[in-house]
């Protein structure tokens, strides 16, 4: 398997110019194109249209040179949210068939699933976790992957809406449309920590999704958006099979302030710094109020949402470390890593 990765800065959620002077300078093939992830100026929050805007550019884009259907195929995990100094930008994810003669070294594969579309009574419940779960494991398949080199696993998942809830035929677990993105979130990384073994699923109840902060994964990363029904999950990790020149490592940042556990990640890898592609990060204020034994109001703020403030405190400690304000940070870590804290992953090149 010969995987790619390309990091794109943006001028804007429909900016797809630098995708473009890709494709047109014959470095990229988009119909190699798996899966894009990509950070939006929005606010990340329900009502952030930024990320279907972006996903309707790029499917516009693409079709023109692959055909309607084959962008339809492609993994868009849009997160919402630049606070601070991250930057906005597309991830963009090909993959190949090695050539015959190609060097084959330990280095990074994937495999990617859409699940089946979720009405909005199974959203954030055991229902999206087995399915989840199920999705998560055909992915780990078709890369090619065990469970224990599995590094990270994107899902991109549905929110219930005031509109989807009022045509739903059966009633909605969630009447609030906030709190279906972190209870989205949840079930999500639940579905994934069941799927590379890190918990069983008998573990995993109803009741304890959103409830239980023992239960997390050290892999998973979850984005709720408005802008689909299913679930959408790329899986990446390192084979032996791979032709990419690309590795991936992980780590998880115990709080949000855990510079420790951006190096660890980075030193997974075993590449040096300046190799480094891009790094993905969760977010989340300590729902227990307090970080490194002191007192942080980020959840009392009526004003401004938690997930932004923490957003922008993961962005800048990620972008200290790496020397680079464009990365990756999704904010709600609901079962994403300990409380507080969030699973991260780093890739880079190997030559």
């Known amino acids: 398997m010969n995987v790619k990765v390309f990091k794109i800065p943006q001028a804007g959620p429909d900016d797809v110019s630098g995708l473009a002077a890709f494709v047109q ?20 929050c329900v009502n952030d249209f930024t990320r279907g805007f972006a996903v309707q550019s790029l499917k516009t884009y693409l079709a023109q040179h692959i055909g309607a259907s084959a962008a339809q195929r492609i993994i868009y995990v849009m997160s919402g949210g630049t606070e601070g100094v991250i930057s906005p930008h597309l991830t ?3 993959r190949e068939d090695a050539a015959p003669d190609a060097a084959r070294d330990w280095g ?6 859409h699940t ?3 009405a909005p009574a199974e959203v954030g419940t055991l229902a999206m976790v ?10 780990i398949a078709q890369a090619g992957l065990t469970p224990e080199h599995v590094h990270f696993v994107q899902v991109k998942c549905p929110l219930v809406t005031a509109s989807r809830r009022a045509q739903a035929t059966e009633s909605a677990v969630l009447s609030d449309s906030y709190k279906s993105m972190a209870y989205s979130r949840g079930a999500s990384a639940l579905g994934v920590a069941i799927a590379v073994g890190e918990l069983s699923p008998d573990a995993v109840t109803a009741d304890s999704i959103c409830q239980n902060d023992d239960l997390y994964s050290a892999v998973a990363s979850a984005s709720a958006g408005v802008e ?3 679930c959408e999950i790329l899986v990446l990790g390192n084979a032996p099979h791979a032709a990419s020149g690309f590795v991936i490592g992980h780590s998880v940042m115990q709080h949000a302030l855990d510079v420790d556990a951006v190096q660890a990640a980075i030193a997974h890898t075993q590449q040096p710094l300046e190799r480094i592609i891009n ?3 969760k977010a989340e204020a300590d729902p227990r109020g307090t970080i490194l034994n002191r007192r942080h109001t980020m959840l009392d703020d009526s004003d401004i949402s938690h997930t932004r403030m923490a957003r922008a405190v993961v962005g800048a400690v990620v972008a200290s470390v790496v020397g680079d304000p464009m990365v990756y940070v999704s904010g ?3 079962h994403q890593g300990p409380p507080g804290g969030g699973a991260i992953a780093v890739i880079s090149r190997t030559r």
């Open 332 to 334: 709600g870590s609901e």
């Open 92 to 94: 963009v994810f090909t």
């Open 116 to 118: 089946r579309d979720f």
């Open 228 to 230: 689909l029904l299913n």
């Open 108 to 113: 990074l594969v994937l495999g990617v699933h």
């Open 130 to 139: 087995h399915e989840v779960a199920a999705g998560t494991t055909a992915a």
């Open 25 to 44: 300078a014959g470095k990229l093939n988009p119909a190699a194109i798996v899966a894009i992830l990509g950070k939006t100026e929005g606010n990340g």
């Open 279 to 281: 790094v993905f990060a």
